[in-house]
Structure formats: structure tokens, C-alpha cells
């Protein structure tokens, strides 16, 4: 096998950090989406078909790359054209592009307001959604966010990949994957639209999470096998 190719370590760090960049912008980009945009928009209702299924190839689109770049022969690949520690960045670069052309091009539903819950209930769903934010920060807290934004990589930095039980992975597999489905469907204010881009993209999520499984399994041996022994739901407990 062909040594991986080589940069300035200057380009290296610049292209690491601007990938880490990206993946900020794009979250931004996405809660503005959600907030201003899901719900906020009109489509005369003969659409609804040609809507949906551009919405539905969008975030397919998304998901593909997703399970793509979790192949050993899709790395191979990135590593005969980049460093080896940009391998990491570069799937950063990709999925972050993606999330946000999903968001930019996402064609809206006709429906309208769905339902609003006033009052303490509507506090009550909005709970929901807060605490879909708090459990992405403790996850963010539990791992190192410069190595998932492929920035430690690039640095030379990275560690042995390990499994660590610790925070909301005690209770489990998958508390970033809970936080999202939290997120988008905890609004007391949900709209055709809105529910549509909740409904596609947690879809998503349940299909992913088997396939997100065997790859770890492969690449992580028994000792991811032991943990999901330990802990036995994937996003919510006792359900799924």
C-alpha cells in the first residue's frame, strides 16, 4: 500500500480548523433553520409530493455519506489522496456541507400549523426540547470535541480509540441520537413542515444506528460488545 500523501503541516492545521469551523456554522445555520424557517413558509398544496421526496433525497443524500465514510475502503480511499490524519476532517468537511445544503435546499410542506400547545403543557413540550440541548452539551462534555471535529487528528494528537462508559452513555448507547429526536419534535409550536423534517430525520437515525453498531463492533472489538451488554437501549430506555 502506497504511503498516504503529504502537506505542509501549516495546511494540515488550516484545513482541520476550518473543517471544525464548518461544523459549528452548519449547527448554527440548522438552529436558525428550524426556528425561522421550518413552519414559516407556504406551499399551495398540489406540491406536497414533489416536496416530500426531495426532502426525503436530501437527507438520504445525507445519510448515505454518513454510512459511507464508516467503510474501511471509503478511508482507503480518502488516505491515498490526503494525509491519514486528515481522513477525519475531511469526513467532517463532507458531512457538514451536506447538513447544511439539506437545511438551505429543504423544500417546505404544505399544512400549516399542526398544533400549539399554550399554556403549562406547552412549557411542559418545550421541557422536552431544552433538555434534548442539555444532553447534547453533557455528551459534548463526555467526549473530546476537537478529535470528533477531526482537529486533534490533524494535530497529531489523536488518542487510541477506547471505549469510555461515561456520563449520559451510562444510560444509552446513543445520547447524542436521543438529544436530536428530543430537540426536533420538543416544540409546543409544530407545523406540517416542521414535523415532516422530525419524522425524516429520525428515520434516519433508527435505521443508521445498526449499521453505526457493526462498524464499531468491527473496529472496536469485544469491548463494544460488553457495553452494549451493560447498556442495553440505544436512544430511549426501555423503549428502543
Request: proline share 6%; with cysteine.
Given at each position: ?73 471509503v ?30 435546499a ?9 398544533y ?10 418545550r ?8 444532553l ?19 494535530l497529531g ?65 469485544e ?6 451488554e ?11
Amino acid at each position: 500500500m502506497s504511503a498516504s500523501p503529504r502537506l505542509p503541516s501549516s495546511a494540515v492545521r488550516v484545513f482541520a480548523w476550518a473543517g471544525g469551523a464548518l461544523f459549528v456554522g452548519s449547527l448554527a445555520w440548522f438552529v436558525f433553520f428550524y426556528y425561522a424557517v421550518l413552519g414559516h413558509r407556504a406551499a399551495p398544496r398540489e406540491i406536497l409530493v414533489p416536496h416530500l421526496a426531495i426532502d426525503v433525497l436530501l437527507f438520504g443524500a445525507f445519510a448515505v455519506h454518513h454510512s459511507l465514510f464508516a467503510r474501511d475502503r471509503v478511508k482507503q480511499l480518502i488516505t491515498r489522496r490526503l494525509p491519514a490524519s486528515l481522513e477525519r476532517s475531511t469526513y467532517v468537511w463532507v458531512a457538514s456541507l451536506l447538513f447544511a445544503l439539506v437545511c438551505l435546499a429543504w423544500r417546505p410542506v404544505p399544512g400549516g400549523e399542526l398544533y400549539r400547545v399554550d399554556g403549562w403543557p406547552g412549557w411542559v413540550i418545550r421541557g422536552v426540547q431544552v433538555f434534548g440541548l442539555f444532553l447534547s452539551y453533557r455528551v459534548a462534555s463526555a467526549l473530546d470535541v476537537l478529535e470528533l471535529a477531526g482537529i486533534r487528528q490533524a494535530l497529531g494528537q489523536a488518542k487510541k480509540p477506547r471505549i469510555e462508559v461515561v456520563g449520559p452513555y451510562r444510560w444509552v448507547r446513543h445520547p447524542l441520537y436521543a438529544a436530536w429526536i428530543m430537540f426536533v419534535f420538543g416544540s409546543p409550536d409544530m407545523s406540517v413542515d416542521r414535523l415532516t423534517f422530525a419524522v425524516v430525520s429520525s428515520a434516519y437515525i433508527v435505521v443508521a444506528i445498526p449499521w453505526e453498531e457493526r462498524s464499531l463492533r468491527a473496529s472496536l472489538g469485544e469491548g463494544y460488545s460488553r457495553y452494549m451488554e451493560a447498556v442495553k437501549w440505544r436512544v430511549l430506555p426501555f423503549v428502543y
